[in-house]
């Protein structure tokens, strides 16, 4: 049972009226899979005074699979997305991707699947022309990390010319160097190698890169705070703002139900499974104490809302609930 106290309530009620949610979210019948839609595929909230648009890209339906979750069985993660109200027959992956508008700078927070990585996701494009978003006019792209549902949306299908050409990418260094490193597609899995080489056959040759050394400020009010563990350069942002406060956490936290509540668990695409679960433990942590609110690529659309402990564990609380 979820342990919230009057405080987590009143903060989760805060942060549903931050997000302008004070309703369930309407959704659209499905097409091209079971879950439906968000019928309007953005939502727009402040922290402080910099403006956040969520943006829907899609969703991944992943079948279930015995060694997506390394220590815990499908039956475990058909118990937890039960317990969470979500489809039990397959494990909802849904992609969010973050803008905000900080002065009169738009920064986008990674860059979608860009149609690339899922037959059910690619929706990016579409819903940030339906949100008044022009492309061109974003000035800086931060990297959470090097995986195609993150960084996909940066390279043309086919041609993997510069979608975003005029765009500062921004990338912690020890991911970039990691990718980059000669002779790093030989020591991929098999099944990574082909993603290995679309990086280094890339992203060398593009003169757009921001490589940061550290936790620094990335722009006004955004800081990088280093969270390795899903790879080995994965990174955080800290966005701050007056007296409102917002982590972008886009890691390995697929599923609220399954790595909130079970902080253990280990996800197969974590490339150090002990180490993405401290950083987590300690995301988590930094989230309850500093009383901010988070948002993920993989949590559910619009992708935001807050940590509470419950029991041993975590919860997810999205915004308006």
């Known amino acids: 049972m979820l342990d919230l106290s009057r405080r987590d309530f009143v903060i989760s009620t805060g942060f549903a009226a931050a997000l302008a949610l004070d309703t369930r979210l309407a959704v659209s019948p499905a097409f091209a899979q079971k879950t439906p839609d968000p019928t309007k595929g953005f939502h727009t909230y402040k922290v402080g005074a910099i403006d956040v648009t969520a943006l829907y890209d899609g969703i991944w339906e992943k079948p279930h699979d015995?060694?997506?979750?390394?220590?815990?069985?499908?039956?475990?993660?058909?118990?937890?997305?039960?317990?969470?109200?979500?489809?039990?027959?397959?494990?909802?992956?849904?992609?969010?991707?973050?803008?905000?508008k900080v002065g009169d700078r738009l920064i986008m927070v990674d860059s979608g699947?860009?149609?690339?990585?899922?037959?059910?996701?690619?929706?990016?494009?579409?819903?940030?022309?339906?949100?008044?978003?022009d492309p061109a006019q974003i000035r800086a792209i931060l990297v959470s990390h090097f995986h195609p549902d993150h960084i996909f949306g940066l390279m043309e299908?086919?041609?993997?010319?510069?979608?975003?050409?005029?765009?500062e990418i921004?990338?912690?260094?020890?991911?970039?160097?990691?990718?980059?490193?000669p002779g790093r597609v030989e020591k991929l899995p098999e099944g990574r190698r082909p993603l290995g080489q679309r990086i280094q056959t890339v992203f060398p040759t593009w003169k757009n890169f921001t490589l940061i050394e550290g936790e620094k400020e990335v722009a006004p009010g955004v800081r990088l705070v280093n969270a390795p563990g899903h790879t080995p350069g994965h990174s955080a942002f800290h966005v701050s703002s007056g007296n409102q406060q917002l982590m972008i956490s886009n890691d390995a936290a697929y599923v609220p139900a399954l790595l909130a509540p079970h902080p253990d668990w280990q996800g197969a695409y974590d490339q150090?499974?002990?180490?993405?679960?401290?950083?987590?433990?300690?995301?988590?942590?930094?989230?309850?104490?500093?009383?901010?609110?988070?948002c993920g690529a993989h949590f559910p659309f619009p992708g935001a809302g807050a940590f509470a402990r419950d029991g041993a564990g975590y919860a997810f609380i999205p915004a308006g609930a």
């Open 170 to 181: 921004v990338v912690n260094a020890a991911e970039y160097n990691w990718w980059t490193e």
């Open 113 to 133: 699947s860009g149609g690339q990585w899922q037959p059910t996701a690619g929706k990016l494009h579409a819903n940030m022309k339906a949100a008044g978003i």
């Open 66 to 100: 015995p060694a997506f979750i390394k220590n815990a069985s499908v039956e475990d993660t058909k118990s937890a997305l039960a317990k969470a109200g979500l489809p039990a027959d397959f494990v909802s992956i849904p992609l969010t991707v973050v803008v905000l």
């Open 272 to 294: 150090d499974g002990p180490l993405a679960v401290e950083t987590r433990r300690k995301l988590m942590d930094r989230v309850i104490a500093d009383k901010m609110m988070v």
């Open 157 to 167: 299908k086919g041609s993997n010319n510069p979608v975003f050409p005029n765009a």
